[in-house]
Structures are given as C-alpha cells and as structure tokens.
C-alpha cells in the first residue's frame, strides 16, 4: 500500500489557475482533490471535477475534507476563505495577489491558529530571483532601480503582486519599506527622476503567463534579471509544492523561500 494522499481543496476552480491546479493534482499520484469551491452564481459551480466532485459555492465543506485549500481567486474572497480554513483547521496557500495590508492583517491572525502561506508569486525562479535582486540592491545601494512586468490582458492588478515583491525585496537590500523607495508613475512626469527610487512599469495584453524585469541602472552600464513565465503550469506546481510542504506545519506564516530555505528577511 502506498502512504495516503493529501488532500487539496481548490478555491477559484474556474478560474484560469483553479483548472491548471485541479490538473495539476489529478497527475499526481501523492495528491487527491478534496474539492473545488466557486463564487456563488458563477457558471462552473455544480461542474463536474475529477472524482466525481462537483464544484460547489461554499468553501466551509470542502475545507472540513482537505489537508491544504489552495486560494487563487480574490482579495475580496479572502476573509471568508481564512475563516473556512480556520474553522476547519486546515492548512491554507494564499496565491492571490492585490492584497492591501488589510488582507495582510487578517492573515497574520489567522496564521496563529493554522499554517499560512502566501505568496505573489509561487514559482521556484521568481523565488530565487527575489533573492537575487535583494543582494543586487544592497550591493549596489546607489543605482536606480526599475521593475517592468507584462501580463495578459485579463489580469485585474497593476503593478503585479510579483513586481511588488520584487520591489519589496530591493527595498529590503537597501533597508529600507518599499513605501520609502517607491516612485510615481513616470507617465506624465514633469521633472527628472528621483535618484535610488524605484519604478514600475506594467504592460497589458495577449496571453502572456507573466514576464517580470528588474532594472538596475548605474552610471556608464546597467544590470537587468528577469524572470519568464512560459506557462502558468509552472504556478500550480509551486503552489502544490507549498501545499506538500505546509501539510502538517505547525500555525504559522510562511513564504516560498522557506520552502526553498534561503528566507531573507
Ligand atoms: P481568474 O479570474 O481566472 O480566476 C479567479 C477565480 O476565482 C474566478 O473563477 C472567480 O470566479 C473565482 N472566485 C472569486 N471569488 C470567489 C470566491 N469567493 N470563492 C471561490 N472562488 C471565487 O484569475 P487567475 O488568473 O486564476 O488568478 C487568480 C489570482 O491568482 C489573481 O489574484 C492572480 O493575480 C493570482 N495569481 C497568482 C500567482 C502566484 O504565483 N501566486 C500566479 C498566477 C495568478
């Protein structure tokens, strides 16, 4: 016999990350699907999921059967998310990106009583590349820095939740809050640019999965990392590697390079 399966619940599983991860979890053999939940009214509520599920509207159910839910839907979803997963005792994956510190309050009180990890991006290299940028920051404290993401046209945030960590973590090589360092929008500028600021750029359109580029702009030569999402596959599968890892994790919050064990802080 083999060792059980964990079971993940999918919030958002019509949308387009919830089908890539309920396809994600029926190719893997150490993973069964504990459910899949939508907003009320939407189309997919009531579809047919792998197991012979169905998708339902209330997330409270599904949590009571899961090991991990794993959220990509919306800020506005979150608070009763967390409140399902705490009543449930359930381990829970926050993808979902535009959060305010609102949302970042109500998950630091929720991660007392079960384990929570969030993050904008759940991909290994934008882990490794927010690493990266923090060193390249600190290193080269004076440069200015520049951050340009694309996405599809569909998404619903700008800057994206990844730029922002990104700038996050620059900040954070410089010591400093982002707040400190962020710049306003170039467009429309009447004056020149502030110097060690840093800027962000979105570009919006097609299908693209997610292209994020750091800058950074010294005097005579420039540094540039960039990071490539081909496929939003590669999203579902780091989320599902936070889930195998967070299973069974006392209460907490956690960030993907926990996972990877290089957090910087
Ligand atoms: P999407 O719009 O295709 O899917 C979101 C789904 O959530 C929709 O089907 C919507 O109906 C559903 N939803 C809304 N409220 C809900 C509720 N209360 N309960 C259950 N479902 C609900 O968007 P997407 O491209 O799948 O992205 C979802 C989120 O994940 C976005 O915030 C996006 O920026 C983020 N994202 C994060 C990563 C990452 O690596 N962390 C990667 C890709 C996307």
Redesign the pocket.
């Known amino acids: 016999m083999g060792e059980r399966q964990l079971a993940i619940g999918v919030?958002?599983?019509?949308?387009?990350?919830?089908?890539?991860l309920v396809e994600a979890i029926a190719a893997a053999p150490d993973l069964a699907l504990a459910g899949g939940?939508?907003?009320?009214g939407?189309p997919?509520c009531g579809a047919a999921l792998p197991g012979g599920l169905v998708v339902a509207?209330n997330?409270a159910p599904v949590a009571h059967r899961a090991d991990v839910l794993v959220d990509?839907?919306?800020?506005?979803?979150l608070a009763?998310?967390l409140r399902a997963a705490g009543d449930a005792g359930c381990a829970l994956v926050v993808?979902?990106?535009?959060l305010g510190p609102e949302h970042h309050a109500a998950i630091d009180a929720a991660a007392q009583t079960i384990a929570v990890l969030q993050?904008?991006?759940?991909?290994l290299g934008?882990t490794l590349l927010s690493a990266l940028v923090e060193m390249a920051a600190s290193r080269l404290p004076d440069w200015d820095i520049e951050i340009a993401e694309l996405h599809?046209g569909?998404?619903?945030?700008a800057p994206?939740?990844?730029a922002l960590m990104l700038g996050e973590a620059a900040a954070r090589g410089r010591g400093k809050q982002l707040q400190a360092l962020r710049l306003r929008p170039h467009d429309g500028m009447s004056g020149p640019r502030v110097t060690g600021g840093i800027g962000f750029a979105a570009l919006r359109g097609g299908t693209a999965?997610?292209d994020h580029d750091v800058w950074l702009l010294g005097t005579g030569e420039r540094l540039r990392l960039a990071h490539v999402a081909e496929d939003?596959r590669i999203?579902a599968t780091?989320?599902l590697t936070a889930a195998r890892w967070l299973a069974g994790r006392p209460a907490g919050r956690y960030r993907m390079s926990d996972i990877l064990g290089f957090s910087a802080r």
Do not use: I, Q
């Open positions: 919030l958002g599983a019509g949308g387009r990350m919830g089908r890539a939940v939508e907003r009320p939407h997919a509207a997330a990509f839907t919306t800020p506005e979803a009763e998310t993808g979902t990106t535009g993050a904008a991006n759940t991909s934008v599809h569909g998404k619903r945030d994206s939740g990844t999965a997610g939003r999203f780091g989320a």
